[in-house]
């Protein structure tokens, strides 16, 4: 087999006292957690297009990312180098899983029929590999953002030609996930929104995105696919304003439009961020509506305000991200997918390994505290004694629905004021920490 990453041996769990370079210190993929290995509660999926697409530019600079597989060019061959290269990372790591965008895997071609042609070709090579190593698709997407016909928005273009190819896109790009046993299938609204009220109408946008949704939803039924599929909330960038900006606003338009019941949620933490919201919000959010569907796990950077996808190493908030994941039962089709990107100083492929194992041994401690918190229990204790009071009779008769006003009218009048007690949140912040251990 072709070496990709010569320099690098496959990365073996080395204990938390390691202070080799190129080891797991936290991640041991078969140690039991409650009831399940580590790899089966955390599921971890590598982004093809931050993996092996991104050159690291920014808008200063041009990419310096260090690809020696690589050639350059849009030819398949090149494609299909880099898929091999790809499933050689993945193995090393010790990653079950990947996502990818239809144009992250295979160069766009010259119209549909030739763009399909270019994709089943590396799609072939896809197969292939993950037959050779065991390592499945966790979601795949169509990418409806890069190129210009889509600069209006794709699925709430303007221009009905536009939905159009979008249309074509996606029915490809969920044959090829289906094809490849894909787990899920996302949707992000890369550019459905907009940049200005003055030219847009919402109203019909908004419309026209839920018929796409519908049109993917009847297609889904027609191929026999079986994934999820996952909308991916984000409030902006690149547009100003993104139609799915939040996990409520999406519930929301989930509801509205009678899709709620076809689709759970993608949950990203560099956009719940940006949405000004913390990312267990989004996730305690997404669960109460029994639709907390998958992770992308990254971190941004509160201090610039773009999505700068760092890779996650937030002790804190990776055991916050699996708090909630535990307290939904676990993932069934999701996983943690790092839609993550190096640092464009760190360039060097070794710096891939160095990224992931971050964000793996992040996520093995943020399981291990999770549990242990979820264990000990006194964090649950605490709330469930802070509404203690909701367990009496009149609590019990209004959550049933059968008290009034005039019941609370009387209750309130009989009883004088309430005594409140302490909130006592710095107390639980030092019980949560207790559990931190990188
Ligand atoms: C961009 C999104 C994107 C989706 C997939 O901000 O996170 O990468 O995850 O299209
Ligand atoms: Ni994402
Ligand atoms: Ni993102």
Same mark, same amino acid.
């Given at each position: 087999?072709?070496?990709?990453?010569?320099?690098?041996?496959? %990365?073996?769990?080395? +204990?938390?006292?390691?202070?080799?370079?190129?080891?797991?210190?936290?991640?041991?993929?078969?140690?039991?957690?409650?009831?399940?290995?580590?790899?089966?509660?955390?599921?971890?999926?590598?982004?093809?297009?931050?993996?092996?697409?991104?050159?690291?530019?920014?808008?200063?600079?041009?990419?310096?990312?260090?690809?020696?597989?690589?050639?350059?060019?849009?030819?398949?061959?090149?494609?299909?180098?880099?898929?091999?290269?790809?499933?050689?990372?993945?193995?090393?790591?010790?990653?079950?899983?990947? /996502?990818?965008?239809?144009?992250?895997?295979?160069?766009?071609?010259?119209?549909?029929?030739?763009?399909?042609?270019?994709?089943?070709?590396?799609?072939?090579?896809?197969?292939?590999?993950?037959?050779?190593?065991?390592?499945?698709?966790?979601?795949?997407?169509? /990418?409806?953002?890069?190129?210009?016909?889509?600069?209006? +928005?794709?699925? =709430?273009?303007?221009?009905?030609?536009?939905?159009?190819?979008?249309?074509?896109?996606?029915?490809?790009?969920?044959?090829? =996930?289906?094809?490849?046993?894909?787990?899920?299938?996302?949707?992000?609204?890369?550019?459905?929104?907009?940049?200005?009220?003055?030219?847009?109408?919402?109203?019909?946008?908004?419309?026209?995105?839920?018929?796409?949704?519908?049109?993917?939803?009847?297609?889904?039924?027609?191929?026999?696919?079986?994934?999820?599929?996952?909308?991916?909330?984000?409030?902006?960038?690149?547009?100003?304003?993104?139609?799915?900006?939040?996990?409520?606003? /999406?519930?929301?338009?989930?509801?509205?439009?009678?899709?709620?019941?076809?689709?759970?949620?993608?949950?990203?933490?560099?956009?719940?961020?940006?949405?000004?919201?913390?990312?267990?919000?989004?996730?305690?959010?997404?669960?109460?509506?029994?639709?907390?569907?998958?992770?992308?796990?990254?971190? $941004?950077?509160?201090?610039?305000?773009?999505?700068?996808? /760092?890779?996650?190493?937030?002790?804190?908030?990776?055991?916050?991200?699996?708090?909630?994941?535990?307290?939904?039962? $676990?993932?069934? =089709?999701?996983?943690?997918?790092?839609?993550?990107?190096?640092?464009?100083?760190?360039?060097?492929? *070794?710096?891939?390994?160095?990224?992931?194992?971050?964000?793996?041994?992040?996520?093995?401690?943020?399981?291990?505290?999770?549990?242990? %918190?979820?264990?000990?229990?006194?964090?649950?204790?605490?709330?469930?004694? *802070?509404?203690?009071?909701?367990?009496?009779?009149?609590?019990? *008769?209004?959550?049933?629905?059968?008290?009034?006003?005039?019941?609370?009218?009387?209750?309130?009048?009989?009883? +004088?004021?309430?005594?409140?007690?302490?909130?006592?949140?710095?107390?639980?912040?030092?019980?949560?920490?207790?559990? %931190?251990?990188?």
């Amino acid at each position: 087999m072709t070496e990709f990453f010569p320099d690098v041996e496959p %990365i073996r769990f080395a +204990g938390p006292d390691a202070t080799d370079e190129m080891v797991f210190r936290r991640y041991e993929r078969d140690r039991m957690v409650d009831d399940k290995p580590m790899c089966e509660h955390l599921r971890f999926a590598s982004a093809y297009w931050h993996t092996m697409r991104n050159p690291l530019s920014d808008p200063f600079g041009v990419g310096t990312a260090q690809m020696p597989w690589d050639d350059g060019s849009d030819s398949i061959d090149n494609a299909c180098r880099r898929a091999r290269a790809f499933f050689e990372f993945l193995e090393k790591c010790g990653i079950d899983h990947y /996502c990818f965008h239809d144009r992250d895997v295979a160069p766009e071609g010259d119209g549909v029929v030739a763009s399909e042609r270019n994709l089943d070709a590396v799609v072939e090579v896809l197969a292939e590999e993950q037959a050779r190593t065991g390592a499945n698709l966790l979601w795949g997407t169509a /990418c409806l953002f890069t190129h210009p016909r889509y600069v209006h +928005g794709a699925s =709430t273009s303007c221009l009905v030609d536009v939905f159009a190819h979008a249309g074509a896109q996606v029915r490809k790009a969920m044959d090829v =996930t289906h094809a490849l046993g894909g787990a899920g299938y996302v949707f992000w609204g890369g550019r459905e929104g907009y940049s200005s009220l003055l030219n847009t109408d919402m109203k019909r946008e908004l419309d026209h995105l839920a018929r796409f949704l519908h049109m993917a939803v009847e297609y889904k039924h027609q191929i026999g696919f079986k994934g999820a599929f996952y909308i991916e909330p984000k409030p902006k960038e690149p547009t100003t304003h993104q139609y799915d900006s939040d996990a409520a606003a /999406c519930l929301n338009f989930l509801r509205e439009h009678d899709l709620l019941e076809h689709f759970s949620l993608n949950i990203e933490t560099n956009h719940a961020e940006l949405a000004g919201h913390a990312m267990r919000h989004e996730l305690q959010v997404s669960r109460m509506a029994g639709a907390l569907g998958s992770i992308d796990a990254n971190i $941004g950077t509160p201090n610039l305000g773009w999505d700068t996808d /760092c890779f996650p190493g937030n002790l804190y908030l990776a055991t916050e991200v699996m708090l909630e994941v535990l307290a939904m039962g $676990g993932f069934t =089709t999701g996983g943690l997918n790092f839609d993550a990107k190096r640092r464009r100083e760190s360039f060097e492929p *070794r710096d891939l390994f160095h990224a992931h194992i971050l964000g793996m041994d992040t996520f093995a401690a943020g399981l291990e505290a999770a549990a242990a %918190i979820i264990a000990e229990g006194s964090i649950d204790a605490f709330i469930s004694e *802070r509404y203690a009071s909701w367990d009496s009779e009149l609590g019990r *008769r209004i959550e049933s629905g059968e008290a009034t006003l005039s019941d609370l009218h009387a209750h309130a009048s009989s009883i +004088g004021e309430p005594a409140v007690v302490s909130g006592r949140q710095e107390r639980l912040e030092s019980i949560f920490n207790r559990f %931190i251990r990188g």
